[in-house]
Structure formats: structure tokens, C-alpha cells
């Protein structure tokens, strides 16, 4: 069974920035293609970004060039590196593992809530 912990959620003011990280349990996290997502007030959720194992990133439109997806394997541990929050980036944001490399996130952490006022 694979756990997905996020933290680093919280409230700032538009403009400012956050970082997310998602601690994941398993032997084998460097295998995981890793993405985030996230699902904002009366939104469906969607695609924010993407890493695949060997380190190649995916970004959305919406949040290229501000937001940046990395990962630590030593540390079991995705990031989501947000700047130039704006109050439209306000959502859940949930971390997602493909562990097994079926091409579909098949674990999923708990989320935590980003919030940006104007």
C-alpha cells in the first residue's frame, strides 16, 4: 500500500508563494510518476503537474511559469514550488502516485488547501 502525505498548504496574499510537499511511503518511490492536482470552489478537478520517474516535467498553462514539480527520491518526497500566486489558484491540492506504471494516478494523498486572497 502506498501513502501520500501532503503539507505546505495555507493562506498568503496574491502575488506571494508556497511550497508543497507530499511524503510517500514505498520501497520503490523513484518508480512513480508523480503529479499534483487540484480541485478549486464548484471546479472539477485538474491536472496542475506532472513528473515522471526519470525527472521529466509537465506543467498546465494556467500555472507555466510559476509553478514548478520536482522530487527528492532520497527523501520519498514531490514538491510543488508555487510563485505569483493569484486568487484563481485557490484550491485543494492533492498529490497522486502512479505506482503502477499503468499510466493512471492510482494513489492519492488527503489534499491540503491553498488559499490566495487579493
Known amino acids: 500500500q502506498v501513502q501520500l502525505v501532503e503539507s505546505g498548504g495555507g493562506m498568503v496574499q496574491a502575488g506571494g508563494s508556497l511550497r508543497l510537499s507530499c511524503a510517500v511511503s514505498?520501497?520503490?518511490?523513484?518508480?512513480?510518476?508523480m503529479a499534483w492536482f487540484r480541485q478549486g470552489p464548484g471546479k472539477e478537478r485538474e491536472l496542475v503537474a506532472q513528473i515522471s520517474r526519470g525527472g521529466s516535467t509537465y506543467s498546465s498553462e494556467s500555472v507555466k511559469g510559476r509553478f514548478t514539480i520536482s522530487r527528492d527520491n532520497a527523501k520519498n518526497t514531490v514538491y510543488l514550488q508555487m510563485n505569483s500566486l493569484k486568487p484563481e489558484d485557490t484550491a485543494v491540492y492533492y498529490c497522486?502516485?502512479?505506482?503502477?506504471?499503468?499510466?493512471?494516478?492510482?494513489?492519492w494523498g488527503q489534499g491540503t488547501q491553498v488559499t490566495v486572497s487579493s
Open positions: 497522486a502516485a502512479d505506482a503502477s506504471g499503468l499510466n493512471h494516478y492510482d494513489y
Open positions: 514505498g520501497r520503490t518511490f523513484s518508480r512513480y510518476r
